[in-house]
Nanobody
């Protein structure tokens, strides 16, 4: 059973940074991709980034450059470094794990909601 636990959210001012973490267990690393998505109240799910078992990464076009996804396979932990945060980044952030071959496929599936494993989320609030 896949288990995902996010942490690292909080309240920051515009321009600040945060690093989110997602501790993962119960899956075969070589068969899974992982990624991040966010959802703000009243808005649709937004895929942020995904990473595959080879370390390949894919980002949403409008977030690339400010957000960086990475993973520490020894610690089974996924990260999302977020820089130059804006009030529009305020949302609940979730990590997801899904069977996949490439990070491109994974981000597409995450954006469409085609995944079965996600964590409880961590809240990020950015004030102006």
């Amino acid at each position: 059973q896949v288990q995902l636990v996010e942490s690292g959210g909080g309240a920051v001012q515009s321009g600040g940074s945060l690093r989110l973490s997602c501790a993962a267990s119960g899956y075969t690393h070589s068969s899974y991709c992982m990624g991040w998505f966010r959802q703000a109240p009243g808005k649709e799910r937004e895929g942020i980034a995904a990473i595959d078992s080879t370390g390949g990464t894919t980002y949403a076009d409008d977030l690339k450059g400010r957000f960086t996804i990475s993973q520490d396979t020894a610690k089974n932990t996924l990260y999302l470094q977020m820089n130059s945060l804006k009030p529009g980044d305020t949302a609940m952030y979730y990590c997801a794990a899904l069977p996949c071959m490439t990070s491109v496929q994974a981000l597409s599936d995450i954006t469409k909601g085609h995944f079965e494993n996600w964590g409880q989320g961590t809240q990020v609030t950015v004030s102006s």
